[in-house]
C-alpha cells in the first residue's frame, strides 16, 4: 500500500499569512504515460464531508479560492494557502489515487 | 444538482449486519466509478471500496470479504452489505463519486454514522 505522510500535524497561522502542508507518498503518484500526479487535496470542517480542493496535484477545483495551490510531482506535494481567511480552519487531508487501495494522509489541522 | 443521500446508520453489535444506502440524484450512479470511505471517530479518512461503472469493485484489505458493495441502477442507489461487523468499523462512512473514471471524489454525502458496540 502507498503510505501517505502529511507534516505538520497541525498549524497555526495568522489571519493574512501563509500556511503550507506538505505530503509525502511511500512510493511515486505521477502516472508516466500521462505525465499526471495522481494526488488530491480535502479540506474538511467540524460536522460536514471533505470537500474537494486540488486533484492532479496542481488542479484547482472549481469554485476553490485561488489563494489555494497544489504543488509537487512525484512523491512530494505541498498545499499551499497564500493568504489564511478564517473560514479556512479545517483539517487538510491528501490523497493518492493512483493504485487501489487508495489512500489518504493522517490530516492536517489548520488554526488561526 | 448532484446529492447523495446515506441511511442505514445505527447501532449493531459486534457480529452483526447492516445494510447502508446511497441514494444518487443529479447524475447516473452506473455512469461513473462510486465509492465509500469511512471516517472513525476523531479520525482521519479511510477508503472502503469502489465501484467501477461496468459494476467491478474493488475494497481496502481491511474490510474484504465482509462487506459487499452493490448498486440498483433502477433506482439510481448504491448498497453498503457490512456483514460480521467489528468494533473498529466504528465510523461515519461517506459515499463519493469519483470523477471521470478517476479516483478523486468530487461529490460527498453527508455520512451516516455506523457504532458497532455490545
Known amino acids: 500500500d502507498i503510505v501517505m505522510t502529511q507534516s505538520p500535524d497541525s498549524l497555526g497561522v495568522s489571519l493574512g499569512e501563509r500556511a503550507t502542508i506538505n505530503c509525502k507518498s511511500s512510493?511515486?503518484?505521477?502516472?508516466?504515460?500521462?505525465?499526471?500526479?495522481?494526488l488530491a487535496w480535502y479540506q474538511q470542517k467540524p460536522g460536514q464531508p471533505p470537500k474537494l480542493l486540488i486533484y492532479w496535484a496542481s488542479t484547482r477545483e472549481s469554485g476553490v479560492p485561488d489563494r489555494f495551490s497544489g504543488s509537487g510531482s512525484g512523491t512530494d506535494f505541498t498545499l499551499t494557502i497564500s493568504s489564511l481567511q478564517a473560514e479556512d480552519v479545517a483539517v487538510y487531508y491528501c490523497h493518492q489515487y493512483y493504485t487501489t487501495p487508495w489512500t489518504f494522509g493522517q490530516g492536517t489541522k489548520v488554526e488561526i | 444538482e448532484v446529492q447523495l443521500v446515506e441511511t442505514g446508520g445505527g447501532l449493531i453489535q459486534p457480529g452483526g449486519s447492516l445494510r447502508l444506502s446511497c441514494a444518487a440524484s443529479g447524475f447516473t450512479v452506473s455512469s461513473t466509478y462510486m465509492s465509500w470511505v469511512r471516517q472513525a471517530p476523531g479520525k482521519g479518512l479511510e477508503w472502503v471500496s469502489v465501484?467501477?461503472?461496468?459494476?467491478?469493485?474493488f475494497y481496502a484489505d481491511s474490510v474484504k470479504g465482509r462487506f459487499t458493495f452493490s448498486r440498483d441502477n433502477s433506482k439510481n442507489t448504491l448498497y453498503l452489505q457490512m456483514n460480521n461487523l467489528r468494533l473498529e468499523d466504528t465510523a461515519v462512512y461517506y459515499c463519493?463519486?469519483?470523477?471521470?473514471?478517476?479516483?478523486?471524489?468530487?461529490?460527498w454525502g453527508q455520512g451516516t454514522l455506523i457504532t458497532v458496540s455490545s
Open positions: 463519493a463519486t469519483c470523477r471521470g473514471g478517476y479516483g478523486y471524489f468530487d461529490y
Open positions: 465501484i467501477h461503472s461496468g459494476g467491478s469493485t
Open positions: 512510493q511515486s503518484v505521477l502516472y508516466n504515460s500521462n505525465n499526471k500526479n495522481y
